[in-house]
C-alpha cells in the first residue's frame, strides 16, 4: 500500500473519530445536560466535513498529478 | 558499492526493498500495540465497581493532540507529494510544519498532560472505612440512584505525618452531592480550598497518579509513553530529512529522497493511527 493510500485510510478513521466524538458529546449532553458539550459536538462534527472535503480533495489532486506508487 | 532496489522495484516482489521492510515493521507494531490495548480492554472489563477512574483526562488538550497529529499527517503527505512534483522548497517547509507539529505534541504530552498527573493525589478508602468519609464520597445518594460506589478522595496532597494526609480536594470530593459531579467536566475543574484530613490506617492504598495508582493509569502511561516514543523516533527522522544532508540525496537522486519520506510518511501515519484508537480509548469512554 502506498503513502498515498494509507493517508486515505487515515483520513477514514480520522473522519469516523470527529463523527464518534461529536456523537459523544451529543449523548453526554443528552443523559447529563451538559450544554458546553454541544459546543464539543457541533465542533466535532465540523471537523467531520472538513475532513470529508479534505479527502476527497486529496483523492482528485493525486488523481490529476498521477502520483501513482 | 551500490544498494540495489532503493529507487527502482525488485522484479520479484514489484516493490522496492524499503517498502517491503516498513511494511514488515508496522505489522509487528500492530501486534505490540494490539496485545496492549487488549490488555486494556481485559483489565477494564475486570475492574472491581468503582476501582476505575473516569474523566481524569484532559478532553481539550486531548482534542487538541489529537487535531495536530492529524495536521501532521496530512503535511507529511504534502512534504512527499512536493518531492514527486520537484518542489524542494515546499517539500522543506511541509517538512518542518510536520516536524513542529510532532514536537507540539511531544511538548504538550510530556511537559503538560504527564505532570498534572504526578502532582495529583488519590487514596482509596477501605470498604469498612466509607461511611467515615461519606461527606467526600456521597455514596448514599449514588446508591439511591443506583450508581457504582465512589471509594477514592483526591485532589493535592498538602501535607502528611506518621498518622494522616491532608488532601486540598478535587471538586468531586468537596462537593460530592452535587448531581454535576457525577460526569466528567469538559473543562477540568481547579483544585479547591477545602482541605480533608483522611486517616492512613482509614486508606486501603494511596499514591500519587502514576502508574503504581492504578491499572488504568498503568495502562495510560504505558501505552501514551510507548506512542510517545514513536512520535519522537519519527521527529528524529524526519529532522535528518529536513537537514541540508538530504538535499544531496536529492540532488543526487531526487527519487531516492521521495522514497525515503514516503516509507517515514507511513511510519508516521501508523503512529498517528494508533493515536486515534488511544484518544477515545483514554478520554472519552
Same mark, same amino acid.
Given at each position: 500500500?502506498?503513502?498515498?493510500?494509507?493517508?486515505? @485510510?487515515?483520513?477514514?478513521?480520522?473522519?469516523?473519530?470527529?463523527?464518534?466524538?461529536?456523537?459523544?458529546?451529543?449523548?453526554?449532553?443528552?443523559?447529563?445536560?451538559?450544554?458546553?458539550?454541544?459546543?464539543?459536538?457541533?465542533? !466535532? +462534527?465540523?471537523?467531520?466535513?472538513?475532513?470529508?472535503?479534505?479527502? @476527497?480533495?486529496?483523492?482528485?489532486?493525486?488523481?490529476?498529478?498521477?502520483?501513482?506508487? | 558499492?551500490?544498494?540495489?532496489?532503493?529507487? $527502482?522495484?525488485?522484479?520479484?516482489?514489484?516493490?522496492?526493498?524499503?517498502?517491503?521492510?516498513?511494511?514488515?515493521?508496522?505489522?509487528?507494531?500492530?501486534?505490540? +500495540?494490539?496485545?496492549?490495548?487488549?490488555?486494556?480492554?481485559?483489565?477494564?472489563?475486570?475492574?472491581?465497581?468503582?476501582?476505575?477512574?473516569?474523566?481524569?483526562?484532559?478532553?481539550?488538550?486531548?482534542?487538541?493532540?489529537?487535531?495536530?497529529?492529524?495536521? !501532521?499527517?496530512?503535511?507529511?503527505?504534502?512534504?512527499?507529494?512536493?518531492?514527486?512534483?520537484?518542489?524542494?522548497?515546499?517539500?522543506?517547509?511541509?517538512?518542518?510544519?510536520?516536524?513542529?507539529? #510532532?514536537?507540539?505534541?511531544?511538548? =504538550?504530552?510530556?511537559?503538560?498532560?504527564?505532570?498534572?498527573?504526578?502532582?495529583?493525589?488519590?487514596?482509596?478508602?477501605?470498604?469498612?472505612?466509607? #461511611?467515615?468519609?461519606?461527606?467526600?464520597?456521597?455514596?448514599?445518594?449514588?446508591?439511591?440512584?443506583?450508581?457504582?460506589?465512589?471509594?477514592?478522595?483526591? #485532589?493535592?496532597?498538602?501535607?502528611?505525618?506518621?498518622?494522616?494526609?491532608?488532601?486540598?480536594?478535587?471538586? =468531586?470530593?468537596?462537593?460530592?452531592?452535587?448531581? !454535576?459531579?457525577?460526569?466528567?467536566?469538559?473543562?477540568?475543574?481547579?483544585?479547591?480550598?477545602?482541605?480533608?484530613?483522611?486517616?492512613?490506617?482509614?486508606?486501603?492504598?494511596?499514591?500519587?497518579?502514576?502508574?503504581?495508582?492504578?491499572?488504568?493509569?498503568?495502562?495510560?502511561?504505558?501505552?501514551?509513553?510507548?506512542? #510517545?516514543?514513536?512520535?519522537?523516533?519519527?521527529?528524529? =527522522?524526519?529532522?535528518?530529512?529536513?537537514?541540508?544532508? !538530504?538535499?544531496?540525496?536529492?540532488?543526487?537522486?531526487?527519487?531516492?529522497?521521495?522514497?525515503?519520506?514516503?516509507? $517515514?510518511?507511513?511510519?508516521?501515519?501508523?503512529?498517528?493511527?494508533?493515536?486515534?484508537?488511544?484518544?477515545?480509548?483514554?478520554?472519552?469512554?
Amino acid at each position: 500500500m502506498s503513502l498515498k493510500a494509507f493517508h486515505i @485510510v487515515f483520513i477514514i478513521f480520522s473522519t469516523l473519530l470527529a463523527l464518534g466524538t461529536g456523537a459523544w458529546c451529543v449523548w453526554v449532553d443528552l443523559v447529563e445536560g451538559a450544554p458546553i458539550y454541544l459546543a464539543g459536538a457541533i465542533a !466535532s +462534527f465540523a471537523a467531520a466535513i472538513a475532513l470529508i472535503i479534505y479527502g @476527497v480533495w486529496f483523492y482528485r489532486k493525486m488523481k490529476r498529478l498521477r502520483i501513482i506508487t | 558499492m551500490e544498494i540495489p532496489y532503493t529507487v $527502482s522495484t525488485r522484479p520479484d516482489t514489484g516493490l522496492w526493498n524499503a517498502k517491503v521492510g516498513i511494511w514488515l515493521f508496522l505489522a509487528s507494531e500492530v501486534m505490540l +500495540f494490539g496485545a496492549l490495548f487488549s490488555a486494556y480492554i481485559f483489565l477494564r472489563l475486570d475492574a472491581p465497581l468503582g476501582m476505575w477512574p473516569h474523566g481524569v483526562l484532559n478532553v481539550p488538550v486531548g482534542t487538541m493532540n489529537t487535531a495536530i497529529l492529524i495536521m !501532521s499527517s496530512v503535511t507529511v503527505v504534502l512534504a512527499w507529494a512536493a518531492l514527486k512534483m520537484r518542489r524542494y522548497r515546499a517539500y522543506w517547509w511541509y517538512m518542518l510544519a510536520t516536524i513542529s507539529c #510532532g514536537v507540539i505534541f511531544l511538548v =504538550v504530552k510530556l511537559g503538560y498532560e504527564w505532570p498534572q498527573k504526578y502532582n495529583h493525589f488519590g487514596a482509596y478508602i477501605k470498604p469498612e472505612e466509607l #461511611g467515615k468519609y461519606e461527606q467526600y464520597l456521597g455514596n448514599e445518594r449514588r446508591a439511591e440512584k443506583g450508581m457504582e460506589p465512589r471509594l477514592e478522595i483526591t #485532589g493535592h496532597l498538602h501535607s502528611q505525618n506518621a498518622k494522616e494526609y491532608e488532601v486540598a480536594l478535587d471538586p =468531586v470530593n468537596a462537593d460530592p452531592n452535587n448531581p !454535576s459531579m457525577d460526569r466528567p467536566h469538559f473543562f477540568p475543574l481547579p483544585v479547591t480550598d477545602k482541605i480533608a484530613t483522611i486517616e492512613k490506617e482509614d486508606v486501603e492504598r494511596a499514591t500519587m497518579f502514576l502508574p503504581t495508582h492504578s491499572a488504568y493509569f498503568a495502562s495510560y502511561f504505558t501505552i501514551t509513553g510507548l506512542h #510517545g516514543m514513536h512520535v519522537l523516533g519519527g521527529v528524529i =527522522v524526519f529532522i535528518y530529512m529536513w537537514l541540508p544532508v !538530504s538535499k544531496k540525496v536529492y540532488q543526487r537522486n531526487p527519487e531516492h529522497l521521495a522514497n525515503r519520506v514516503e516509507v $517515514s510518511g507511513l511510519f508516521w501515519h501508523f503512529v498517528d493511527l494508533i493515536w486515534i484508537f488511544v484518544f477515545p480509548l483514554f478520554y472519552l469512554l
